[in-house]
């Protein structure tokens, strides 16, 4: 349930991804969402099932301080 940058391994065209993204573990009683993988818009409040699998993951960098 935290926003984290992912990286999606190769399709079958070879091509690789990194997205924003967060992983699902169970539904709660706000919502329900299949276990895996979801990309995350910060805009948006719909989050898409990532359709690759996941290999690595890192925590979101922390903001730029003025």
């Known amino acids: 349930g935290v ?3 992912a ?3 190769p399709n079958e065209y070879g091509k690789t991804r990194t997205i924003r993204a967060e992983y699902v573990a169970e539904a ?3 919502y329900y ?3 895996g993988w979801y990309e995350c818009n910060e805009y ?3 989050h898409w099932n990532v359709g690759g699998v996941v290999t690595h993951w890192m925590p979101l960098p922390l903001p730029p301080v003025e």
């Open 28 to 30: 709660t009683d706000t």
């Open 7 to 9: 990286f999606v391994a």
């Open 44 to 46: 948006e409040e719909v």
């Open 33 to 35: 969402c299949e276990e």
């Open 3 to 5: 926003p984290v940058i």
